[in-house]
């Protein structure tokens, strides 16, 4: 017997053919959404970790490619928010590389105008201090030359007064003394200026910056060492203070290192008070001697 044709479809064949266009319509639909995650992710991802022209040049920098941070630190535009740290780190890297070609006026020009904010600035001030160090010591080896030449005139002069007894030349020769004296107290005034300078810096710095500056409180104190050395007999106390404020200056920051401490502890405090008793000692020694 033919089936009618106008005959409801059974309901399994209903449930069959809906399952089918179910399937037909995922076919397509779960790629594009898989597609469509997957171009999301992407997006997002070389959205975060495409670099600024600022963060690569901060790459550069730490890695010291100097020429290609400059180019990247030199695109930041005058409206982002990196500007003024871009031109900072400009400034740092201009005053490091004519720091390094002995360019010292120029270079002082450039590490001065770092920002105190810049993670750098402490690197830059560590740079300027030791070009004033620098200099400072270029004028103590002039003025320790002067002197040099200022006391053999005096023992050629004592030598012509032992030739000619008759001539009254004593007073003379106490007068180039006492003046060789005076040139002597008035170089130590600036030594231990500087020297103290440094020693305040070096007392309120981090650990790792406080290893830098009794560095060069110690070249300070080898040049003083060469320049009192053949000194005459009326420097011999302001010598000797001299020294010993110095050592004990040095050895109070040694101590702060070797504890791991940026300011005074228990240990360390006795030290600083006996330098701070030398220092007004000789300060007021110098000053009315």
């Not at 970790?49 to 930041?76: C, H, I, M, P, W």
């Not at 710095?205 to 009794?214: D, L, N």
């Not at 040694?254 to 000692?281: F, H, Q, W």
């Amino acid at each position: 017997m033919e089936e009618n044709r106008n005959s409801p479809k059974p309901p399994y064949r209903e449930i069959n053919e809906e399952n089918d266009n179910y399937r037909e319509k995922n076919k397509l639909t779960i790629p594009l959404v898989i597609a469509g995650v997957v171009l999301l992710l992407l997006i997002m991802y070389f959205a975060m970790s495409g670099d600024s022209n600022y963060d690569r040049g901060l790459k550069y920098l730490k890695q010291q490619q100097y020429t290609e941070a400059l180019v990247e630190f030199q695109k930041v535009d005058t409206d982002e928010k990196e500007f003024r740290m871009a031109q900072s780190k400009i400034n740092y890297i201009n005053g490091l590389l004519t720091y390094k070609e002995g360019n010292y006026p120029q270079s002082k020009l450039y590490l001065t105008k770092v920002e105190p904010s810049d993670e750098y600035y402490r690197e830059a001030r560590l740079m300027i201090d030791k070009m004033d160090l620098a200099s400072k010591q270029g004028n103590l080896e002039l003025l320790t030359e002067q002197l040099k030449q200022d006391k053999d005139t005096v023992i050629i002069k004592e030598r012509v007064i032992e030739k000619q007894p008759d001539k009254v030349g004593g007073a003379e020769t106490r007068t180039d003394d006492t003046e060789s004296i005076r040139k002597y107290r008035t170089a130590l005034e600036s030594i231990s200026g500087k020297f103290e300078a440094l020693y305040q810096t070096a007392k309120s710095a981090s650990v790792p910056v406080k290893k830098e500056y009794v560095t060069d409180m110690d070249s300070l104190y080898s040049e003083f060492q060469k320049f009192t050395s053949g000194q005459s007999s009326g420097t011999t106390e302001l010598r000797q203070l001299a020294n010993s404020w110095m050592q004990k200056r040095m050895s109070h920051i040694n101590r702060l290192i070797a504890e791991n401490s940026v300011s005074d502890t228990k240990s360390t405090m006795a030290l600083k008070e006996e330098g701070d008793k030398d220092y007004r000692l000789l300060q007021s020694m110098i000053r009315n001697n």
